[in-house]
């Protein structure tokens, strides 16, 4: 079974709309992590947002915000006020177990479009 | 100066040649991995390195080798290169020690064997 699961392939909103990408995980750790990453046509990383299993406050990083629902196994990301930079793949990813450093579990990504 | 860089960043290889793809860091982490990417499959984890003498393999570490030189570099191998083993390649690290969870990537090598 996929650990994480990102259900959009490609998602499209016009600018200054909110997006939300979903992301689900599968584990059975009390401990966890959860990242998302931006992946634009040139190709690189670009860490965006981490929210913690403990972490009793869903996280936020300027317009990124990571709507956590623990009991669902839910992690989406919600962009506000979308901008034509935006526009790339995203990635939803996990850490498990309690150690920072653990390697990562990817899920498939969506591709976000953003028009103006 | 990229705190990950990644060489070479594009390659073309011939099936059947050795290779190497080398990653360095001066960020002074401790962890560094190296995933692959294949268009629709995301990343996936090759081999993962907690220190130098601390080397383990991820999900799809067959046909690859790797070498961690120093706490700063860590090289993945192809012994034998296969047309399937085309993809994007990323070398990442963390620092497990100071409790960020972040994973910084390097740019990435795009990898295409004939």
């Known amino acids: 079974a996929q650990k994480i699961t990102q259900t959009q392939p490609g998602m499209f909103v016009q600018e200054k709309e909110a997006v939300t990408l979903d992301c689900t995980y599968d584990t059975s750790d009390q401990s966890y992590g959860l990242f998302w990453y931006k992946q634009p046509s040139s190709g690189e990383m670009i860490f965006l947002i981490y929210q913690g299993s403990y972490d009793e406050q869903n996280a936020t990083e300027g317009r990124y915000s990571l709507n956590f629902q623990k009991a669902r196994k839910s992690a989406n990301l919600v962009i506000s006020a979308s901008q034509l930079g935006d526009s790339a793949m995203y990635f939803c990813a996990m850490r498990e177990g309690a150690q920072a450093g653990t390697a990562l579990i990817f899920g498939k990504g969506t591709t976000l479009s953003v028009s103006s | 100066d990229a705190d990950v860089t990644q060489t070479p960043r594009n390659r073309i290889t011939k099936t059947g040649k050795r290779i190497m793809l080398e990653c360095s860091q001066t960020?002074?982490?401790?962890?560094m991995y190296w995933y692959r990417q294949d268009p629709g499959l995301g990343l996936q984890l090759i081999y993962y390195s907690f220190d130098v003498k601390d080397i383990n393999k991820g999900e799809i570490s067959d046909g690859y080798s790797v070498s961690r030189q120093a706490q700063a570099k860590f090289s993945l191998s192809l012994e034998s290169a296969i047309p399937n083993q085309t993809a994007l390649y990323f070398c990442?690290?963390?620092?497990?020690?100071?409790?960020?969870?972040?994973?910084?990537f390097g740019p990435g090598t795009r990898l295409t064997v004939l």
């Open positions: 990442a690290t963390s620092n497990a020690a100071s409790g960020s969870p972040e994973q910084f």
């Open positions: 960020k002074g982490h401790d962890r």
